[in-house]
T-cell receptor
Framework: GQQVMQIPQYQHVQEGEDFTTYCNSS?????IQWYKQRPGGHPVFLIQ?????EVKKQKRLTFQFGEAKKNSSLHITATQTTDVGTYFC??????FGAGTRLTVKP | KAGVTQTPRYLIKTRGQQVTLSCSPI?????VSWYQQTPGQGLQFLFE???????NKGNFPGRFSGRQFSNSRSEMNVSTLELGDSALYLC????????????FGPGTRLTVL
């Protein structure tokens, strides 16, 4: 079956540092989505990537979908305390990765 | 539009009991998916319903079941509760089946004692 690994599981950064989380699949994905879940909250949709090699930006967030559509990344530039939460990738048929929990030290 | 609503928000049960959770999707959304979330386990997919039919199912035992009504509201039932069933149960709705942005509800926090 399809295997998607999300790494790292945890990331602790100093405010102002960059952060990246990765999702890697053993098979080609038709699309990939990214969600953010604040502590005590529920996942909220950030973006969907569909095309091979696609790159999308939302302010300090950069999302990439690999050329082979087997991997994706979410990069945050100059983290802020408001970025704290767990970031999940989701793919075909509502499956989600294990998430990367980001904590930011002010 | 109102968001996804889930009831109850909190629930305490004892081992062996059964529980029913409810999810009302966003108006017009016909797909409802259920997830179990435990610390360190991410979002574990339970099942998806679309137009009253179970379209997809995750790797959970038969104690976990669900259904969807003609108004797209969905219920999830867990029978013979075990301690390990303690978790946050999230439902999500979307207009289409198996794709697109998922709109999550606030979840039901189930504690099994």
């Amino acid at each position: 079956g399809q295997q998607v690994m999300q790494i790292p599981q945890y990331q602790h950064v100093q405010e102002g540092e960059d952060f990246t989380t990765y999702c890697n699949s053993s098979t080609t994905l038709s699309n990939i989505q990214w969600y953010k879940q604040r502590p005590g909250g529920h996942p909220v949709f950030l973006i969907q990537l569909v095309k091979s090699g696609e790159v999308k930006k939302q302010k300090r967030l950069t999302f990439q979908f690999g050329e082979a559509k087997k991997n994706s990344s979410l990069h945050i530039t100059a983290t802020q305390t408001t970025d704290v939460g767990t970031y999940f990738c989701g793919w075909n048929d509502m499956r989600f990765g294990a998430g990367t929990r980001l904590t930011v030290k002010p | 539009k109102a968001g996804v609503t889930q009831t109850p928000r909190y629930l305490i049960k004892t081992r062996g009991q059964q529980v029913t959770l409810s999810c009302s999707p966003i108006s017009g959304h016909r797909s409802v998916s259920w997830y179990q979330q435990t610390p360190g386990q991410g979002l574990q997919f339970l099942f998806e319903y679309f137009s009253e039919t179970q379209r997809n199912k995750g790797n959970f035992p038969g104690r976990f079941s669900g259904r969807q009504f003609s108004n797209s509201r969905s219920e999830m039932n867990v029978s013979t509760l075990e301690l390990g069933d303690s978790a946050l149960y999230l439902c999500a709705s979307s207009p289409l089946a198996g794709e697109g942005e998922q709109f999550f509800g606030p979840g039901t926090r189930l504690t099994v004692l």
